[in-house]
């Protein structure tokens, strides 16, 4: 089956102070439909400068971006949107609107868009909060915003940079969860799932395969497919999951 992203030596250098820094270097891989792919590399190898790259907000140096088939030539909220460490939500703007933001841009009707709210509302057990503001609510509850207005738009891929990393350890472990629900949930179009992550338990706790990235100039130095059923657990001593995890460890620690 063809992929719904493939991604062929790609490279990128930046300009800094004059001086040419390159930060990724032909970083290839695909990820088929319905998958949900971490990728984990050392902090600040160009994890998050590849998830820009794939979601058209930056351009590569070189190498080839495609996504069924057709060169990613710029941002599209029908193909991916993203979800961020802060929460980027509008203090002005209450849940509802916080959501229905992204398809007015997009011009779809105002019918449309309130049912396509109260839909995500609902997925993502934010119902009885519509109508508060961003700063009656917690940490956890303004990411489930974030994640509702990324899917509200109802992209074919949801891109993720590190969602939980500003959460306390209880909120991340429950939202983890409930991340793995939706992108199971026949409810919502959206079942291709791309994270970056620095915790290498949660990218096994949540992936079907981890990408693992080297140190910069980052390029790919596994693909570990992680074929432990659902549902998992992070706490148990599971000797599949230590495995895979101090596989994954070593490679970037020996790397």
Same mark, same amino acid.
């Given at each position: 089956?063809?992929? $719904?992203? %493939?991604?062929?030596?790609?490279?990128?250098? &930046?300009?800094?102070?004059?001086t040419k820094v390159k930060v990724l270097?032909?970083?290839?891989?695909?990820?088929?439909? *319905?998958? &949900?792919?971490?990728?984990?590399g050392q902090s600040g190898c160009g994890? %998050?400068?590849?998830?820009?790259?794939?979601?058209?907000?930056?351009?590569?140096?070189?190498?080839?971006?495609?996504?069924?088939?057709?060169?990613?030539?710029?941002?599209?909220?029908?193909?991916?949107?993203?979800?961020?460490?802060?929460?980027?939500?509008?203090?002005?703007?209450?849940?509802?609107?916080?959501?229905?933001?992204?398809?007015?841009?997009?011009?779809?009707?105002?019918?449309?868009?309130? =049912?396509?709210?109260? *839909? +995500?509302?609902?997925?993502?057990?934010?119902?009885? &909060?519509?109508?508060? +503001?961003?700063?009656?609510?917690?940490?956890? /509850?303004?990411?489930?915003?974030?994640? !509702?207005?990324?899917? =509200?738009?109802?992209?074919?891929?949801?891109?993720?940079d590190e969602p939980f990393s500003a959460?306390? !350890?209880?909120? =991340?472990?429950?939202? #983890?969860?409930?991340?793995?629900?939706?992108?199971?949930?026949?409810?919502?179009?959206?079942?291709?799932?791309? /994270? $970056?992550?620095?915790?290498?338990?949660? =990218?096994?706790?949540?992936?079907?395969?981890?990408?693992?990235?080297?140190?910069?100039?980052?390029?790919?130095?596994?693909?570990?497919? $992680?074929?432990?059923? *659902?549902?998992?657990?992070? *706490?148990?001593?599971?000797?599949?999951? +230590?495995?895979?995890?101090? #596989?994954?460890?070593?490679?970037?620690?020996?790397?």
């Amino acid at each position: 089956m063809a992929p $719904i992203l %493939s991604i062929k030596n790609l490279s990128k250098t &930046f300009l800094q102070n004059g001086t040419k820094v390159k930060v990724l270097n032909n970083v290839t891989f695909d990820v088929q439909e *319905h998958e &949900f792919i971490c990728i984990v590399g050392q902090s600040g190898c160009g994890k %998050s400068t590849l998830l820009r790259i794939i979601a058209g907000l930056e351009k590569p140096s070189s190498g080839e971006m495609l996504f069924k088939g057709s060169p990613i030539d710029g941002p599209d909220p029908k193909r991916a949107t993203m979800i961020f460490q802060t929460f980027a939500l509008f203090p002005w703007l209450n849940v509802r609107e916080n959501i229905e933001l992204g398809l007015e841009v997009l011009g779809i009707p105002k019918i449309r868009r309130h =049912a396509l709210v109260s *839909h +995500y509302l609902k997925i993502t057990d934010l119902e009885k &909060f519509e109508h508060s +503001y961003p700063s009656e609510l917690s940490g956890g /509850m303004k990411q489930r915003v974030g994640i !509702a207005r990324a899917l =509200a738009v109802e992209p074919e891929m949801l891109l993720m940079d590190e969602p939980f990393s500003a959460l306390d !350890a209880l909120t =991340a472990q429950i939202l #983890r969860q409930d991340v793995l629900d939706i992108w199971k949930d026949t409810r919502t179009p959206t079942n291709t799932f791309l /994270m $970056i992550t620095h915790l290498i338990s949660e =990218a096994v706790f949540m992936a079907d395969r981890v990408i693992v990235l080297s140190k910069r100039p980052a390029k790919v130095i596994g693909d570990i497919p $992680i074929d432990i059923p *659902h549902p998992r657990s992070e *706490h148990e001593r599971d000797p599949a999951f +230590y495995e895979i995890s101090d #596989r994954i460890k070593n490679l970037i620690m020996t790397e």
